[in-house]
């Protein structure tokens, strides 16, 4: 119980930390493509500071939490974010396959009430991205319109080497955004 308040209390931690960052790229002087490279350079420090803390082997939980509340601060800071920053694009690219990579490590079912969080942030998040030209977030918007992480029947079926339906594997992988829609392209 101790360990979970003290993640808890990390956590909130963080959503201070990031909300600084934001607060300080609405009120820099610098040019917006400046504030921009600021913001995630320190966005990045911030964030691998504290997500060295948790061993994602042990309890991946905290970690999962800590990626919720980077990528709705990303979606905040979007509108005071240069459209010519590639920095933005690159975190995040990079935020987005990080916390794809520990949801795939995830051998049980996330317990409800985060994945319904997580759910709910990826869908605010993505639709606020994409309206200022960032569409980094489509695959975790994809896992996060399932109902669990591993509850989409044609992936069940691939990964048990079950034989799905070939119209079914090739709109999974279109589903799945540019990064796995080429195999549907180089079987075709």
Known sequence: MAEEEGNATEVVALGHKFQD?????K????????????????????LMHHG????????????????????????????FLSPECEHVTDVL???????????LSFSEQIPGALWKEFQSSVKMA?????????????????LAEENGLWSNATLCSLLSSDIPNVEKVHEFLSREGPELSIWKKLQD
């Open 126 to 142: 993505h639709g606020t991205l994409q309206a200022h030209g960032n569409s980094q977030l489509h695959t975790l918007l994809t």
């Open 52 to 79: 060295c803390q948790w061993r994602p082997d042990e309890d991946p939980l905290p970690l999962l939490e800590m990626y919720t509340v980077a990528i709705m601060c990303c979606a905040e800071a979007s509108p």
């Open 93 to 103: 690219e990079k935020l987005s396959w990080s916390c794809l990579n520990l949801l």
């Open 27 to 46: 009120r820099s002087s610098e040019s917006t493509l400046d504030a921009s490279n600021s913001f995630c350079q320190d966005f990045c420090q911030v």
């Open 21 to 25: 960052l934001i607060s300080e790229l």
